[in-house]
């Protein structure tokens, strides 16, 4: 009789799982050998599917009305992303740039600035890649580029300020022999500093023990792993990270791609540069499926952060540190929303399995960085609701293979209301949002939202909506007669004109970010928008 | 009369010191040959190829020198299709030992193996073109690697560890082939060629080279031959050989057998890099089902590539389409085709053979 009640309660619940989670795959028109990669890319933010053969560069640009094709014509291509890919706006331009990372070296896809190009950049260098990311190393504002190396120190490619690569290794990874297989680009110790987790594999026990660089402030690292009780020595190519408690501070699910050495391990971050293995009795003590990609992300909104990746499941996560796995269609794959709902999706080869969605609420942020990167890659994202504190930090290349979303995704379970968002940027400066509309896309520009500036600023003006898609209002006392100009991001100037009415119709602007200046009296105000 | 005695002695005298020196008759030691090859242990690497004098000029004939010895694993490596010429070389008065048939030869302080790389049928021209020659040099207990690659002209080869790309086009038993030929970077040597990350080279094992050879002055026991030259002190009657894979006389699983060892087994072994995944490619090993992967369950999940189709295990016997194995053997995609380097060209010979292997097993899996 208990085992009839035990196996009825675990059927529903798995059920109740299910029906709390769930999949429509559908087929996309992608073309491409590497089909690893969805992240926006004519700078409308709203994610796109990107597939890369040697000469072509496949995009599916997503619109309301579907997916539309593009297809971008490149040289063809030193090295392919056959390991891994990632994606990040390392010239600034206002699109982003692919990095493929191939088993003799890395190639760089640099967007040529119109949106309808991409020029190739092969340095030259022999690496045997792996996970590669885009990341702010050095804390100057210029997006750097990281590549693990398989056989050797890891090297990275530091933007001198002019968007030239600048080659560099050791510092960051130094094992002679490599092994350097997930590099994660996170704040563990919540000091703004950007760190690094080295997820490690193969070899002799010092090769595939785990690295934790604590980011010095000064373009150097320090190995903190054993002291952090982060030094595990499993067979691991990626880590998730996210925080899965929602005490404030990233924790870990390292993950395996044998059982040779040790299963996977979920360490509980103590907040005080320690972690804590948390694994017995967490669902990650029993789940006997092994995979290169281990990564975060909440897919059924209800403000806990699950992992995918292994053995066509989703952890879900339950809230107090122990997960449960569900069936779905994939365990590798790219994520995003791609279908603009606020629900995210997963993406691999040919194939779209759409989040069928569910009463939760969330929150999609843009962060655009100005004195830091253009992306808000390595800004520390929070937000404040009933439910309690929630912690992203934007990140270029998670998991191991796949490059996913650069927008930050909430999901805030049935809480109504979103009382703060904090945005910490690398540069230093905090913006905070109060009160921001729930299941919709709030857009940050770093710096314009600082609190006890702004008010004695007073500005000009407001704008809405942003994103805009046709008319743009402008809002503000006594404007009929002021002047309005519009700049493209990159400093082109594409409008002017008086204000009017308060209505300007920016429909026929090519997607991108945009600069809206207005003159009134002599003083002049800006503020940013995202054309879609 | 004393005068002309003085006058005979200076006349005679030299022809009976040259006569003396004639030999005739009277028997002298035997001038020992020793080996011109140059190898200072301070001063390697050399930066040319000819440096080490371990050939006769033309350099590109690679006629080797006295003391250099042609050798040949019983089952090569398949490198795109280039040949090899292998040779060993040791200094006076020292010389290998036997290990164990499975191990690698313990080889002296000093000691070279010298490995060129080339294709025949090179178009146009249809000519023979070297394009590497891979050092391996023991000093002082410890492996060093040296890697030259030759010149268009073929005159010389020089040290270069940057790794490059060369394109050659040949022709194969009638049909054109092409590869953009990979030779490695020097931090590339030792992903292969180690033992718990410590250098060593591939192919000596006494299970490799327990075979005839025909040199230039008749054919014989490789072993036998290098222990009479003075390059291996002894070993055993019984050795643990392989075959080669090539030979269809042979046994079809010995030769698929032979052929993992010597193209995998120095990454899927104990104490290689990949030794956390469950095979142990090693002939030594590969009698037993279970180390050859049969019926064992992947760790990596690869049917999300195009090209696969649905694999269930590493090896599905008596079906190579659910076979892992066969897949990775039977693609250029880098990220999951075996072995991971030292091919860009798929080896249709070997995985014809593999297949019909697979195919012909007999094993159930649960």
């Known amino acids: ?532 | 009369m004393k005068n002309f005695y003085n006058w005979f002695l200076l006349i005679f005298f030299p022809i009976f010191i040259s006569c003396s020196s004639d030999n005739e008759g009277i028997p002298e030691e035997e001038a020992e040959e020793v080996s011109p090859v140059v190898m200072d242990l301070d001063e390697v690497p050399y930066p040319k190829l000819s440096d080490y004098n371990f050939f006769k000029l033309p350099l590109a004939d690679l006629e080797p020198v006295y003391g250099v010895l042609p050798y040949e694993p019983i089952s090569a490596l398949f490198s795109d299709y280039a040949h090899k010429k292998r040779f060993v070389w040791m200094p006076e008065g020292v010389a290998a030992t036997f290990d164990g048939d499975a191990k690698s030869l313990n080889f002296p302080n000093g000691a070279a193996l010298i490995k060129n790389f080339y294709y025949e049928n090179v178009q146009p021209g249809n000519q023979t073109q070297l394009i590497e020659t891979r050092l391996m040099i023991k000093i002082d207990g410890e492996w060093m690697f040296a890697n030259y690659v030759w010149n268009e002209a073929q005159t010389e080869a020089f040290y270069d560890m940057e790794g490059s790309f060369v394109p050659v086009t040949w022709l194969q038993n009638g049909q054109t082939k092409e590869v953009n030929y990979r030779v490695p970077n020097g931090v590339e040597c030792v992903t292969c060629h180690n033992s718990s990350e410590i250098p060593l080279p591939i192919g000596t094992k006494p299970q490799h080279l327990n075979k005839n050879y025909n040199y230039a002055d008749g054919t014989k026991n490789q072993l036998q031959k290098w222990k009479e030259v003075g390059y291996l002190t002894e070993f055993p009657n019984q050795i643990n050989t392989m075959v080669n894979y090539l030979d269809e006389s042979q046994d079809l699983e010995k030769r698929v057998r032979s052929y993992l060892d010597i193209n995998c087994a120095h990454c899927h072994s104990e104490n290689g890099f990949c030794n956390y995944r469950v095979m142990r490619f090693g002939f030594e090993n590969t009698h037993e089902h279970d180390n050859l992967g049969i019926c064992k369950v992947p760790d990596e999940d690869i049917s999300h590539w195009p090209e696969v189709g649905d694999p269930t295990h590493i090896i599905f016997p008596g079906d190579h389409e659910k076979s892992v194995i066969y897949y990775r053997l039977n693609t250029t995609e880098e990220s999951y085709r075996m072995p991971l380097r030292g091919r860009t060209l798929i080896h249709e010979e070997g995985v014809g053979m593999i297949t019909e292997w697979i195919d012909s097993l007999e094993d159930t899996c649960e």
């Open chain 1, 1 to 532: 009789m208990k085992t009839k009640i035990l196996l009825l309660t675990a059927f529903t619940a798995f059920t109740a799982l299910n029906a709390q989670l769930s999949f429509t795959t559908e087929d996309v028109p992608s073309q491409g050998n590497y089909q690893r990669c969805v992240v926006d890319m004519n700078g409308d933010f709203l994610d796109d599917i990107v597939s890369v053969s040697a000469t072509n560069i496949n995009i599916l640009f997503q619109t309301e009305s579907g997916f539309e094709v593009g297809n971008f014509t490149t040289t063809s291509a030193n090295n392919n992303p056959s390991w891994t890919m990632a994606a990040g706006d390392f010239n600034g331009d206002g699109y982003n740039d692919l990095l493929y990372g191939g088993g003799n070296g890395a190639t760089f896809m640099m967007s040529d600035g119109t949106g309808n190009g991409y020029v190739e950049n092969s340095p030259g260098e022999y690496i045997f890649s792996q996970r590669t990311n885009f990341v702010d190393i050095n804390g100057d504002g210029h997006l750097d580029a990281f590549v693990c190396h398989d056989v050797a120190p890891n090297v990275y490619y530091l933007n001198d300020g002019n968007n030239n690569l600048e080659y560099h290794q050791g510092g960051i990874g130094d094992y002679h022999s490599g092994g350097h297989y997930g590099s994660l680009w996170v704040d563990y110790n919540n000091d703004g500093l950007i760190d690094m987790h080295m997820s490690k594999c193969g070899g002799e026990e010092a090769r595939y023990t785990d690295n934790l660089f604590r980011n010095n402030g000064d373009g150097t690292f320090t190995d903190v792993a054993a002291m952090a009780n982060m030094d595990n020595k499993t067979q691991t190519w990626s880590t998730a990270w996210g925080d899965f408690d929602n005490d404030g501070f990233m924790d870990a699910m390292v993950g395996v791609s044998s059982f040779n050495t040790g299963g996977q391990k979920l360490m509980r971050n103590n907040g005080d540069g320690t972690f804590t293995d948390v694994t017995a009795g967490s669902g990650f003590d029993n789940f006997n499926h092994t995979s290169w990609i281990y990564a975060p992300a909440d897919f059924n909104n209800d403000g806990y952060i699950d992992i995918y990746g292994s053995g066509s499941k989703i952890m879900l996560n339950n809230g107090d540190m122990t997960f449960t796995p569900v069936n779905v269609p994939f365990s590798t794959a790219s994520i995003g929303d791609l279908n603009n709902d606020g629900f995210l999706d997963a993406f691999n080869f040919g194939e779209v399995h759409f989040n069928d969605g569910n009463d939760n609420n969330w929150l999609t942020i843009n962060t655009i960085g100005t004195e830091s990167n253009r992306n808000g890659i390595g800004a520390r994202v929070e937000i404040y609701t009933e439910m309690g504190k929630q912690i992203r930090d934007v990140r270029s290349g998670e998991g191991f293979s796949e490059m996913s979303t650069l927008n930050t995704h909430f999901g805030i379970g049935t809480d109504t209301e979103i009382q703060q968002v904090i945005v910490r940027w690398p540069s230093g400066i905090i913006d905070t949002i109060e009160n921001p509309e729930i299941n919709s896309t709030l857009v940050i520009i770093e710096g314009e939202h600082q609190m006890g500036v702004q008010e004695v600023e007073a500005d000009l003006f407001s704008i809405y909506p942003n994103p805009v898609k046709d008319i743009l209002n402008v809002q503000g006392k006594s404007l009929e007669t002021a002047d309005f100009e519009i700049y493209h991001i990159t400093g082109s100037k594409v409008m002017t004109g008086k204000i009017n009415n308060g209505k300007i119709n920016v429909k026929h602007l090519t997607k991108g970010i945009y600069v809206i200046s207005v003159k009134k009296e002599g003083k002049t105000s800006t503020l940013k928008f995202i054309k879609q």
